[in-house]
C-alpha cells in the first residue's frame, strides 16, 4: 500500500524553472531520509540531493546552487525546486524514501517512485 508519486515534471527553456514534488501515502509510520534521483536512457542514475529525516542536506556536484530540496513532514512531501535550469538536466526524476509501514514496523523499507520526466529545451 506505500507508495511514492512524483509530480511537476514537463517540458521548459533553458534558465527556466520546475518544482518537483513527491508525495508518500499509504499506512506509514515514519519516514527516514527522502532523495531526488535521476536517469538519462543509457546512463547510471544519479543522486540529485538528498535530505535526512533531521534536516541534513546533500546535493549532488552539478546542481548546487541551482537545486534546493526541501520536506514537509506533516504532509509526507519532499519537493526539488529546480532553477536555471540547463539542458543537461534533461532526465526522468525518481523519488526516493526509506519509509517504516505500520503492517511491519520492525523494518524500514526504501521505496522508488515511477519517475517524472524533466525536459529543458536550449
Known amino acids: 500500500q506505500v507508495q511514492l508519486v512524483e509530480s511537476g515534471g514537463g517540458l521548459v527553456q533553458a534558465g527556466g524553472s520546475l518544482r518537483l514534488s513527491c508525495a508518500a501515502s499509504g499506512s506509514i509510520f515514519s519516514i527516514g531520509a527522502m532523495a531526488w534521483y535521476r536517469q538519462v536512457p543509457g546512463k547510471q542514475r544519479e543522486l540529485v540531493a538528498d535530505i535526512t529525516s533531521g534536516g541534513t542536506i546533500n546535493y549532488g556536484d552539478s546542481v548546487k546552487g541551482r537545486f534546493t530540496i526541501s520536506r514537509d513532514n506533516a504532509k509526507k512531501l519532499v519537493y526539488l525546486q529546480m532553477n536555471s535550469l540547463k539542458p543537461e538536466d534533461t532526465a526522468v526524476y525518481y523519488c526516493?524514501?526509506?519509509?517504516?509501514?505500520?503492517?511491519?514496523?520492525?523494518?524500514?523499507?526504501?521505496?522508488w517512485g515511477q519517475g517524472t520526466q524533466v525536459t529543458v529545451s536550449s
Open positions: 526516493n524514501a526509506d519509509i517504516r509501514a505500520f503492517n511491519n514496523l520492525a523494518t524500514m523499507r526504501n521505496y
